[in-house]
């Protein structure tokens, strides 16, 4: 009956996408014993959270007192304050009241269970905690997925190169996704269906009961007895949407799988009479444009200068990824960039870029270009001949002094963290840049996904314009707009809220 009959289905609660929030959602109504659909659009589950690193910004909870670390809500709230100031107060206290009772909510599960990482959180304001309060899920064994490992979205470099996953366990987000997924499952009151793109959304007599979907096999109608909760990703893959809102940055650029957030459900909501927020915003990093057009996210500079279209610095080049994003938006007509370091740095670029690459692989595929000499490197790079020259000088000044008078990078902790004391220069993000051959890459405007969208109340339920609740309506994660507006606070606060509102969305389903 393909394509001239639609097929229906009845739920308790139906999940639009895959990603760490939805699971999160997924599991709790599960767990509550609510029967749960997740429909996913693409063949895989996991979306850009299988991407990621995972760590999860959960402050206050029982991980942090395991692991003996200094945190708190109260310093949370803090820090929060600091940065945010007046917005967003009754959804950050529901973030921050639920943080601890998600994590216990989990770990109550067999299959998941997290530890501390040391990350630095990315503003230097009272509250912060130097060494950070992320999360990360533990490795996860392939064997435990059993049947459900292929299921779960690659590591980005081989998803993009249409290669499962690499022999050994599951880490980062691969295992946060395998981790809920088994839970969810194990829970017997849910079901994954891939393959299944959520359309729009059925209204009676002014409430949300269920979802319209689109299979290879024709449309399905999934009526839900409870409720909906939205949680596909932004619009970073869509490049009309993105020039309608003004989202600085290239749909060709971001890092979510391609084709796979294109904003289905933000447009679907608005079409039942939704309202949207800061949807010119998005969770912006520097990205190494490869050869094939796409970028790679790149963080925690270790070496090297980026200089812009005139060969002069424009930022502090170690700042926290969402911040040299901003810079690099702030100032488009300086992009794209150009990352250029030494030959001290020949095994590869001195950063986390990912998907990764050798510096030969990168120079065969072009997305890498190498000269003897600085003038040289210019010439390639289209560069007025000393414009290059006289940058590099200045900053090679700066390295030997171990001050950057011009952008202080290496003052701060984070700025830090991620520098290599080997090189015995006074400030290790300083490193010289005095070794030949030279190297540069071109650096784009790239982002983790757009973090404007849904209008959403403290339990996830999404609102109309007028600010009124939809009935059955959630949203979480990125379909949603999130509370921290043009900030990115810390390490795992994407993945970390959109696990707690989904959460909370989940309870009041259960209700
Ligand atoms: P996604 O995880 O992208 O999930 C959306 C899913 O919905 C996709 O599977 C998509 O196919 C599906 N979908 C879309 N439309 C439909 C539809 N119509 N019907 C059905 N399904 C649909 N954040 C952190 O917090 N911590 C980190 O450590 C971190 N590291 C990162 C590292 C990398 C390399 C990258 C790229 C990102 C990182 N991020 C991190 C950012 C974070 O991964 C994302 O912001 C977050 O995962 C987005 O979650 P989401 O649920 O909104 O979307």
Same mark, same amino acid.
């Given at each position: 009956m393909h394509g001239t009959h639609t097929r229906e289905t009845t739920c308790d609660v139906v +999940?639009?996408?895959? #990603?760490? @929030?939805?699971?999160? #959602?997924?599991?709790?109504?599960?767990?509550?014993g609510l029967d749960t659909l997740v429909l996913e659009r693409t063949e895989v589950v996991g979306g850009t959270s299988a991407y990621s690193g995972a760590s999860v910004w959960l402050p206050g909870s029982r991980v942090q007192q395991r692991a #003996? !670390? *200094? *945190? &708190?809500?109260? &310093?949370?709230?803090?820090?929060?304050?600091?940065?945010?100031?007046d917005r967003e107060r009754a959804r950050r206290e529901a973030f921050l009241g &639920?943080?601890?009772? +998600?994590?216990?909510a989990l770990e109550s599960h067999p299959a998941l269970a997290f530890e501390w990482q040391a990350f630095p959180e990315y503003f230097d304001l009272p509250g912060r905690l130097g060494s950070g309060r992320s999360l990360m899920p533990l490795d996860l064994p392939p064997g435990d997925l059993g049947d459900l490992l292929p299921l779960v979205r690659p590591e980005v470099g081989r998803d993009r190169g249409g290669l499962g996953h690499a022999e050994g366990p599951l880490t980062g987000g691969r295992a946060l996704i395998g981790r809920l997924l088994k839970a969810f499952t194990e829970t017997g009151s849910g079901t994954v269906r891939t393959g299944t793109r959520v359309t729009g959304l059925v209204v009676e007599d002014g409430r949300v009961t269920g979802v319209r979907?689109?299979?290879?096999? =024709?449309?399905? /109608?999934?009526?839900?007895?409870?409720?909906?909760?939205?949680a596909g990703g932004g619009f970073e893959g869509d490049a009309d949407l993105r020039a309608e809102h003004g989202v600085a940055g290239s749909a060709a650029w971001?890092?979510?799988?391609?084709? %796979?957030?294109?904003?289905?459900? !933000?447009?679907? %909501?608005?079409?039942? @009479?939704? @309202?949207t927020e800061i949807m010119d915003q998005a969770w912006w990093c520097p990205g190494l444009r490869?050869? *094939? =057009? &796409?970028?790679?996210?790149?963080? @925690?500079? /270790?070496g090297g200068l980026a200089v812009d279209a005139d060969g002069l610095r424009f930022a502090n080049e170690s700042q926290p990824y969402d911040r040299m994003g901003?810079?690099?938006?702030?100032?488009? #007509? /300086? !992009?794209?960039?150009?990352? +250029?370091?030494? =030959?001290r740095f020949a095994g590869g670029p001195p950063a986390i870029s990912l998907p990764g690459a050798t510096a030969e692989e990168h120079l065969e595929r072009g997305s890498l270009v190498r000269a003897g000499s600085l003038a040289g490197l210019a010439e390639e790079l289209g560069l007025a001949p000393h414009a290059l020259e006289r940058t590099v000088e200045r900053f090679n000044a700066f390295a030997a002094r171990g001050r950057d008078d011009d952008f202080g990078?290496?003052?701060d902790v984070y700025d830090r963290f991620f520098a290599d004391p080997s090189h015995g220069t006074p400030n290790p993000c300083l490193v010289p840049v005095d070794r030949p051959p030279y190297f540069a890459a071109r650096l784009v405007l790239s982002d983790l996904g757009t973090k404007g969208g849904l209008r959403t109340d403290t339990e996830g339920r999404v609102l109309d314009r007028g600010g009124a609740p939809l009935p059955g309506l959630y949203a979480a994660g990125n379909t949603s707009a999130s509370f921290t507006g043009g900030h990115y606070p810390a390490p795992g606060v994407p993945i970390g809220s959109a696990m707690v509102f989904a959460h909370r969305a989940a309870l009041d389903m259960a209700r």
């Open positions: +999940v639009a996408g895959s #990603g760490a @929030g939805a699971l999160a #959602g997924a599991l709790s109504t599960a767990a509550a #003996g !670390i *200094d *945190d &708190s809500t109260a &310093s949370a709230r803090t820090y929060l304050e600091a940065l945010l100031g &639920s943080a601890p009772e +998600v994590v216990e979907a689109s299979t290879s096999e =024709g449309a399905v /109608r999934v009526h839900a007895r409870r409720g909906v909760l939205l971001t890092m979510a799988p391609a084709g %796979a957030n294109t904003g289905d459900l !933000i447009r679907a %909501a608005t079409e039942v @009479g939704a @309202g490869m050869a *094939d =057009g &796409s970028a790679a996210f790149t963080l @925690g500079f /270790r901003r810079a690099m938006a702030e100032q488009p #007509g /300086r !992009i794209p960039a150009f990352w +250029v370091f030494d =030959g990078r290496g003052e």
